[in-house]
């Protein structure tokens, strides 16, 4: 067996170790004569995996008592309208940052269902850069206010967080979720798709508060309805059960290994290593974040022409460092980096840029 850097968005790398978990206890689980996707969703095995799930969640967050996880198909994305259809029912309106390309989809689904009051329009710097935390004001009558915590095609990461009394947060933590420690109680709902640092693809997890839960839409149907979800714990139908089993084996890990300290010193870490190279070359490399909102879990630079970029990204893949092609819609290249990377893969990776940028000056 040989694997390789895999530096793809997402789906991602994942633990070796989970993997090999999963590979051991696919055909027979436990001495269940069956595989955990075999077995009814509604026997004791698979509700103790449901539940053990969202309690690591709850446990890695610490999270209060007055919050829920929910565990829902359908991936982000779906969480892009289920929010406003929840939130925003009654002519209700909310805030929004324009920050990149996930947040336009999310405007674009949320203006949909109601009324959206852009407080920050990152369209003039071309999305490379976040405002100051303590300049964004929420309006008054704003239901909520929503951000996206860590962009991962235009690699903008919210370090602070506005400030904005009353208003609740809403956050897509899809690329950053558990890779550092978030003050909670600010935000009123977070959501994350899973294929980042959770497990595999097509599912979300959606931390929501009670309040917030209350006073849901009641006219939704039951699948587009938080309540509705949160009144079966998730298992209002069949739930994604190879997705919510493989969350558990990675979050046990990550418990394991120091949970949310140490996930957080090492994206520090795995993205220094990155950034160092970028700022060390000259001007072979460029980052064009602002250094302030740089992402530490994708990291997005260019090379000095289109052709030293498929270069460098081919050559990265012939020697097992693959998905470091920047997303279709800006180009340039794009290191992602989330828990499940070794720092072994970020050294390796600083190295072959370093060599490469020598060679090419
Ligand atoms: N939001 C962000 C920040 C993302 O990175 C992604 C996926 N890359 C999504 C939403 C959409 O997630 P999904 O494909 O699970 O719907």
């Not at 991602?12 to 590979?23: H, N, S």
């Not at 690699?155 to 956050?171: M, T, Y």
């Not at 979300?204 to 209350?214: F, K, M, P």
């Not at 700022?279 to 994708?298: H, I, L, M, W």
């Amino acid at each position: 067996m040989s694997r390789i850097f895999n530096f793809s968005a997402g789906p991602c790398t994942l633990p070796l170790g989970v993997l090999e978990q999963a590979r051991d206890e696919m055909v027979e689980y436990h001495g269940q004569g069956m595989s955990i996707i075999e077995m009814s969703h509604r026997g004791k095995t698979y509700d103790t995996i449901h539940h053990e799930s969202m309690d690591l969640v709850r446990e890695l967050l610490n999270l209060p008592d007055n919050y829920r996880v929910l565990l829902l198909g359908g991936g982000a994305t779906l969480q892009f309208s289920m929010v406003p259809m929840n939130l925003l029912h009654g002519g209700k309106s909310c805030d929004f940052t324009f920050t990149g390309a996930w947040a336009k989809k999310a405007l674009a689904d949320t203006k949909k269902v109601g009324k959206v009051n852009l407080v920050f329009d990152g369209t003039d710097s071309s999305f490379t850069t976040l405002p100051d935390p303590a300049s964004v004001k929420a309006s008054s009558d704003a239901a909520y206010l929503h951000l996206i915590s860590n962009e991962t095609i235009g690699g903008v990461q919210w370090q602070e967080w506005p400030d904005i009394g009353s208003v609740p947060l809403v956050a897509d933590m899809s690329s950053d979720f558990l890779s550092r420690h978030i003050p909670v109680d600010r935000f009123g709902l977070i959501y994350a798709g899973a294929q980042k640092n959770v497990g595999p693809a097509g599912m979300a997890v959606v931390i929501i508060r009670q309040d917030i839960l209350d006073a849901c839409s009641p006219d939704l149907t039951s699948y587009l309805s938080y309540p509705s979800h949160a009144k079966t714990d998730s298992m209002l139908n069949t739930p994604p059960v190879f997705t919510i089993y493989m969350m558990k084996l990675v979050l046990e890990r990550l418990r394991d290994a120091g949970g949310l300290d140490a996930a957080e010193q090492l994206a520090t870490k795995r993205s220094d290593l990155l950034y160092n190279v970028i700022e060390s070359q000259g001007s072979f490399y460029r980052c064009p974040v602002d250094s302030a909102c740089r992402s530490k879990t994708n990291v997005v630079f260019r090379l000095p022409t289109e052709d030293l970029e498929k270069q460098f990204v081919a050559e990265a893949d012939a020697q097992g460092m693959s998905g470091l092609k920047g997303h279709r819609s800006v180009g340039g290249c794009r290191a992602s980096i989330y828990n499940a990377m070794p720092v072994e893969g970020a050294e390796t990776l600083a190295r072959f840029m370093t060599a490469f940028a020598k060679q090419h000056s």
